[in-house]
């Protein structure tokens, strides 16, 4: 239990510290509710933390300061067979990126692309 005395009753949390806990938050794995607890702070704040993060990150041409890397899975069933010229859907991302997804996408392919991109 932590207990505020005085006219201060928040608690200052340094840059460090919520690098930290926002590392923790969206490892592969984690759960952003058991982090909070253990930390003792609100998921809300921790998703507000991400938030300005990505916001300063868009905003600098520097990389963001959490990197991460996405899960990637390729499995080689059967051949397949070139797909057509043009993507059945054009995903536009922050700073020119661009994921494109073709007709022969398995919808597998396609749920894990886009849950990457969206963490």
């Known amino acids: 239990m932590t207990v505020f005395g005085g006219p201060e009753r928040r608690r200052r949390w ?3 510290e919520r690098l930290q806990i926002l ?3 969206f490892a592969p794995g984690a759960f952003v509710a058991q982090v909070a607890r253990r930390h003792d ?3 809300g704040l921790i998703y507000t933390w991400r938030r300005k993060l990505r916001r300063q990150a ?3 041409d520097a990389p963001p300061a959490v990197a991460g890397f996405a899960e990637a899975m390729v499995v080689d069933d059967s051949p397949i067979a ?4 043009q993507p059945t859907i ?3 991302l922050a700073r020119g990126a661009r994921v494109s997804v073709f007709a022969s996408a398995s919808p597998a392919q396609v749920a894990a692309v886009l849950k990457s991109v969206i963490r």
């Open 14 to 16: 340094s840059d460090e």
């Open 23 to 25: 590392a923790e938050a």
């Open 41 to 43: 702070v609100s998921t």
């Open 58 to 60: 868009v905003g600098s």
């Open 82 to 85: 070139l797909p057509a010229a």
């Open 90 to 92: 054009v995903v536009d």
